[in-house]
């Protein structure tokens, strides 16, 4: 984890070889070493190595970082969203995230819960939890979906909007991101309206 | 895969060692070689090797069965019941079986889609699919559910019956198998209803 902020350009060096990591994930897998990822990135082995201590690290930084930019498109969309808006524009972020990202995101699935990383304390899945949290409250309170229980109902979204699922519509029959987005939004609506 | 009728003790040799490769998975991984499962299973290693000519050939075996005995369970209830009853009961099976091999199951979970695997003819996606589309179809014709896109219904069922779903219910929250049938059921069917 990034505990102190990076000078820009080690910034961007790090993107790069994330970023080439996630082609090589969605292309091959995790069979990739660290001299792999720095022919992919055409970084310099010796940088590689100051970055990632192992492939395996590199794995928990893409998926940490993937895991970011969701959190930070879920703010970003409640800053100015309430509601049922508020709820349909998340679902397209996401399943545009998830179209680029998703595929390499299912070579490195952790076979652990989503709620049971929230009870280890597992910092991303925390702030996904943490992210969209006031959003069910909301539609609970506005009366929309009926009252029902808060990590159920995360576990539930995060699980229709699944990369798998996403990567498996989009790969399979073919829709569009914003009919994945539509239609997953509305499944999930559904099997909220009928809790409890 | 299994091509002709086993002697029976054969079967039974193979049976006790996809049982011990589901306690290895569910506990360790997938990082356990042929001899660890002979010792796990009190088989000789001779045997082991006999039946299967690598550790990925066990974790596909294992796939396999597990997904054959939800097929069975499937085609057992579907004998004698219909319309809703008939998905509550399949719901209840399905839970059982996640519940005693949702653990090990999550270990080898593959990166492809689910449709993805039945239009490349997987056989054991192909048969679970097989035994899901006419419970579907059969609440579409009672006017249960609205008419809708097939396969995206047999996705989201596959979806939120998910093994590690009901693995992270079970250990987390620590809901009874009873709770989680009767829950994922009628997310589903508010997911199925609001389709269209």
């Known amino acids: 984890m ?9 910034a961007r060096t790090r ?11 969605a292309d091959r897998g995790t069979a990739f070493s660290l001299p792999d990822l ?3 990135s ?9 970055h990632f201590a192992s492939v395996h690290d590199v794995h928990r930084e893409f998926h940490t970082r993937l895991i970011g930019e969701l959190v930070a498109e879920l703010n970003d969309v409640s800053d100015r969203h309430h509601g049922l808006d508020r ?4 679902g397209e972020r996401w399943v545009r995230l998830a179209v680029q990202w998703g595929r390499a995101s299912t070579r490195i699935r952790r076979p652990e819960g989503f709620l049971e990383r929230v009870a280890a304390g597992d910092p991303p899945t925390s ?11 909301e539609l609970v309170d506005a009366g929309t979906i009926p009252a029902q229980d808060l990590d159920y109902a995360i576990l539930l979204w995060i699980t229709v909007f699944d990369e798998r699922v996403i990567a498996d519509l989009t790969a399979g029959p073919g829709w569009t ?3 994945i987005a539509t239609t997953l939004t509305a499944s999930l609506l559904g099997a909220w309206q009928n809790a409890g």
């Not at 993107?15 to 994930?25: K, P, V």
Request: net charge positive; hydrophobic share 50%; no cysteine.
């Open 38 to 40: 720095a022919r992919a």
């Open 2 to 10: 990034i505990t102190a902020p990076l000078r820009r350009d080690t």
């Open 177 to 179: 991101p914003e009919r």
């Open 127 to 137: 702030a996904l939890h943490a992210g969209l949290a006031p959003v069910v409250r």
């Open 15 to 25: 993107d790069r070889l994330l970023d080439a990591a996630g082609e090589l994930l």
């Open 87 to 90: 709820l349909r524009l998340i």
């Open 42 to 50: 055409g970084v310099a082995t010796a940088t590689v190595y100051r």
